[in-house]
T-cell receptor, first 112, second 115 residues
Framework: DAKTTQPPSMDCAEGRAANLPCNHS???????VYWYRQIHSQGPQYIIH???NNETNEMASLIITEDRKSSTLILPHATLRDTAVYYC?????????????FGAGTILRVKS | DAGVIQSPRHEVTEMGQEVTLRCKPI?????LFWYRQTMMRGLELLIY????????DSGMPEDRFSAKMPNASFSTLKIQPSEPRDSAVYFC?????????????FGPGTRLLVL
C-alpha cells in the first residue's frame, strides 16, 4: 500500500549529481515526503524530509513540485559509497499518529 | 554515542524452536519499532511502541509473534514456534517523539534463518 512510485534502478557516474525521482500523485495537503536509504546489509538511514518547500541538508537536497505530486532527491556529488537502495515515502496519517510505509525503492549504482 | 543495538546479529535455528530477538534503543528515545525485511515483501512494520506501550501491532503476522517492551531501554521480539517462512532480517528502530514522522534510527538488524 505504498503511495509512491520510483524507478527500480538508476546509474550515476562518480562525482556527478544523482537525481532520484519519485511520484506521489495522491499525496494529501498535510502529508510529508521522506527519503531513507539502505546500504547493503545495513539498516535504513534517514536522509531528508519535506512538506512543500525545497529542503537541503548536509546529505542531499529535496525538490518538491509546486503541485506536490512528485519530488526529486538530489545527491550533489555522488560517491561510490552512495550506492544503495533509496526509498521515497509518504507519511500515512493514522488515528494514533502517523506511519511510514516503505515501498520497493530505487537501486542507485554509482560507478567510477 | 551508541546507536540502536540489536542482538544477536545472526541466528540459525530449527523449525519449531523459540527465537528471541533483542533491541536496545538510543538512550532518551521514546518510540521503538520492529520491522521485518524479505526479498519478497520488502521492509514491513511489525509493531510500534510509544513510551513502552504498544500503539500499532497490526503488522504482526500471527500469534506466533509477540513483542514486549518492559522498560525504556529494552525490547524483545519473540517467535514461538519458528517456521522457515520467518527467515528474514529483523530491524529495530527508535525515535524521539510520538509518531513515526520523527526521524527513525535503525539498528544493524538480526539475520534469522529457520531451517
Amino acid at each position: 500500500d505504498a503511495k509512491t512510485t520510483q524507478p527500480p534502478s538508476m546509474d550515476c557516474a562518480e562525482g556527478r549529481a544523482a537525481n532520484l525521482p519519485c511520484n506521489h500523485s495522491t499525496i494529501s495537503g498535510n502529508e510529508y515526503v521522506y527519503w531513507y536509504r539502505q546500504i547493503h546489509s545495513q539498516g535504513p538511514q534517514y536522509i531528508i524530509h519535506g512538506l512543500k518547500n525545497n529542503e537541503t541538508n548536509e546529505m542531499a537536497s529535496l525538490i518538491i513540485t509546486e503541485d506536490r505530486k512528485s519530488s526529486t532527491l538530489i545527491l550533489p556529488h555522488a560517491t561510490l559509497r552512495d550506492t544503495a537502495v533509496y526509498y521515497c515515502i509518504v507519511r500515512v496519517d493514522m488515528e494514533y499518529g502517523n506511519k511510514l510505509v516503505f515501498g520497493a525503492g530505487t537501486i542507485l549504482r554509482v560507478k567510477s | 554515542d551508541a546507536g540502536v543495538i540489536q542482538s544477536p546479529r545472526h541466528e540459525v535455528t530449527e523449525m519449531g524452536q523459540e527465537v528471541t530477538l533483542r533491541c536496545k534503543p538510543i538512550s532518551g528515545h521514546n518510540s521503538l519499532f520492529w520491522y521485518r525485511q524479505t526479498m519478497m515483501r520488502g521492509l514491513e512494520l511489525l509493531i510500534y511502541f510509544n513510551n513502552n506501550v504498544p500503539i500499532d501491532d497490526s503488522g504482526m503476522p500471527e500469534d506466533r509473534f509477540s513483542a514486549k517492551m518492559p522498560n525504556a531501554s529494552f525490547s524483545t521480539l519473540k517467535i514461538q514456534p519458528s517456521e522457515p517462512r520467518d527467515s528474514a532480517v529483523y530491524f529495530c528502530a527508535s525515535s524521539l517523539g510520538r509518531g513515526m514522522a520523527e526521524t527513525q534510527y535503525f539498528g544493524p538488524g538480526t539475520r534469522l534463518l529457520v531451517l
